[in-house]
């Protein structure tokens, strides 16, 4: 089944009416949820509240997310309709992850889906709450991605597929995993792959609005304009715009970048140049940090502050190591390292969370992965960081203060994190210097 646009998007109410459809009313009741646990559905929506980080609207609950970057084309699974190749690379089945579904847990048409609920499964289990994927890379890595039921054919979309791909994130959001949305890959920013060569036009509108009214429902997930973006300015509002205006449940929308360009494509979008709401970092892996603490800082002093997330750590050979003895990584980066620079780095900054950016070295890559178990320990040490926040922090109330532990340069030699007068964390814990704050206090 396929669907295929008119000669323009209707907006704002415009376009015909559908019989018998038109004019249909009636009603229903809205009680207290039932949901517990993971499900978001026990929590409400995760919104913008205007701070550094995402808030569930039904328990007040902040929010802070750990989980993979990796695969990029997660959806790029010989189990959903009209999905394949178009330069003969071979796509997921997700196996290692068949016996991680249940028998409760959703399928479609007649047991297809399970190795892919499955790794959900597994992220789930493993304390992680948040995954993220392409929706579109006709012309990048993987070309294996897109709603279309072609992929050159970008006004006809694959209504089948969509529906499995809409299965996978019911299930995604009843596990609590926030849906991480990258909207294009860069090289569908422009040129040949790019919707309208890159402005908000037919092919553009339509693409964003199809998202919109298929998946917006969900409650939790963020809208990423485009991965290592190289657009200009004024395309990059006029996509924020889009979101903002048509999206009921005003979603967060940010923008992901290639490391070093942070500075020429953020900078003209803070304050009120731009509807973003946050921004998905990608740095090398030892800057993590200063990084974080810099955007958090220019855009609270803009006056709209950001919710700033590492979503991809260089190196693109290494990223997230997997675990010792894993096959196919014999490199000199290892998993403590990134755990102090990388994950502890952003969420002592006040940062909203890591994303695992998984290299092209390392067995289990950003295009190859189908086992996340290829980093079972890593998971481990997220879901004990996220915990430490989660249950000893008021973290919502606290910033970075490198100042009081003598960083004042934001390096990577300890980091302090404070309610002043209240609560201080400090990270790598220095006992020195909390005695001469505390000294310092007294």
Not at 272 to 296: F, K, M, P, R, Y
Not at 325 to 344: C, E, N
Not at 401 to 408: P, T
Request: net charge negative.
């Amino acid at each position: 089944m396929s669907f295929r646009s008119g000669t323009d998007v209707a907006m704002n109410g415009g376009g015909s009416t559908l019989a018998p459809y038109h004019g249909k009313t009636g009603s229903f009741s809205v009680s207290e949820s039932d949901k517990s646990g993971r499900d978001f559905r026990g929590k409400g929506r995760l919104a913008y509240v205007g701070a550094r980080y995402l808030r569930h609207l039904g328990n007040n609950e902040w929010f802070v997310k750990v989980g993979p970057d990796s695969p990029e084309n997660l959806l790029g699974y010989n189990e959903f309709d009209g999905t394949y190749d178009h330069d003969n690379g071979a796509l997921k089945n997700w196996q290692p992850h068949v016996a991680d579904w249940t028998s409760s847990d959703p399928s479609w048409k007649g047991g297809k889906g399970k190795g892919l609920i499955g790794a959900l499964n597994y992220l789930a289990s493993e304390g992680q709450n948040v995954f993220s994927f392409l929706t579109y890379n006709a012309g990048g890595d993987g070309k294996d991605v897109w709603p279309f039921t072609g992929h050159t054919d970008r006004l006809r979309y694959d209504c089948s597929k969509l529906d499995q791909w809409d299965v996978v994130f019911t299930h995604a959001q009843q596990r609590g995993l926030y849906l991480h949305f990258k909207t294009q890959e860069t090289e569908n920013d422009n040129g040949t792959w790019g919707l309208d060569g890159g402005d908000t036009g037919r092919e553009r509108k339509l693409y964003y609005r199809e998202l919109i009214a298929r998946y917006a429902h969900h409650l939790a997930l963020n809208w990423n304009l485009g991965e290592e973006t190289t657009q200009t300015t004024a395309q990059q509002q006029a996509m924020a715009q889009f979101f903002a205006a048509n999206d009921p449940y005003r979603h967060p929308v940010v923008l992901h970048t290639y490391p070093g360009e942070q500075e020429q494509m953020y900078r003209p979008l803070l304050g009120n140049a731009s509807a973003l709401t946050g921004v998905s970092i990608q740095i090398n892996w030892d800057a993590v940090h200063a990084e974080t603490v810099q955007w958090i800082s220019e855009s609270t002093a803009a006056g709209k502050v950001w919710v700033v997330a590492n979503d991809e750590q260089g190196s693109a050979d290494i990223g997230i190591p997997p675990d010792v003895g894993w096959p196919g990584y014999s490199g000199a980066i290892t998993q403590d390292q990134v755990r102090k620079a990388t994950l502890w780095g952003n969420l002592m900054a006040g940062g909203a969370g890591v994303e695992s950016y998984f290299g092209y070295q390392t067995g289990e890559t950003d295009l190859t992965l189908q086992n996340f178990r290829s980093r079972d320990r890593w998971w481990d040490y997220c879901r004990h960081a996220k915990g430490f926040f989660d249950q000893h922090l008021p973290f919502s109330e606290m910033s970075s203060r490198n100042d009081l532990v003598g960083n004042a340069s934001n390096t990577n030699v300890r980091y302090g994190f404070a309610k002043i007068g209240a609560v201080y964390a400090v990270y790598p814990v220095s006992y020195t210097h909390l005695r001469a704050h505390e000294t310092k206090a007294n």
